[in-house]
């Protein structure tokens, strides 16, 4: 290869990864509800106090309190409940930039 010449860039396929990872953190028995689980996902169609703590999760973390924590727990929920739905919040925006940013890699490229 000359000077000027760059080796081509490869990068492994983590899709089904990724697609594993989802479907076990939505899908999988655990203590919250699917149903919860898969709308803290997906942050839509959640009720107050969950919808504030799930938004900020997914779009604020650094304005998340004690205080948005607490009244998840006061609604009924317990500690196992609302760990997991803030992972799928935080899970479920991390796959939305994923899936953006190779959309935006696959339009870059020409796919």
Do not use: W
Not at 28 to 44: G, S, V
Not at 70 to 79: C, I, K, P, W
Request: proline share 4%; net charge negative.
């Amino acid at each position: 290869m000359g000077a000027n010449e760059r080796e081509p860039v490869t990068m492994t396929d983590i899709s089904p990864l990724h697609r594993a990872l989802v479907a076990r953190i939505r899908d999988n028995d655990a203590t919250a509800p699917r149903r919860l689980r898969r709308a803290a996902f997906d942050n839509a169609d959640l009720d107050e106090p969950v919808r504030t703590l799930v938004e900020k999760v997914a779009l604020r973390s650094h304005q998340v309190t004690d205080e948005d924590v607490a009244a998840v727990r006061a609604s009924g929920l317990t500690e196992d409940q609302i760990f997991e739905i803030v992972v799928c919040a935080a899970v479920g925006q991390a796959s939305r930039q994923y899936d953006n940013a190779l959309a935006a890699l696959a339009e870059a490229a020409g796919l």
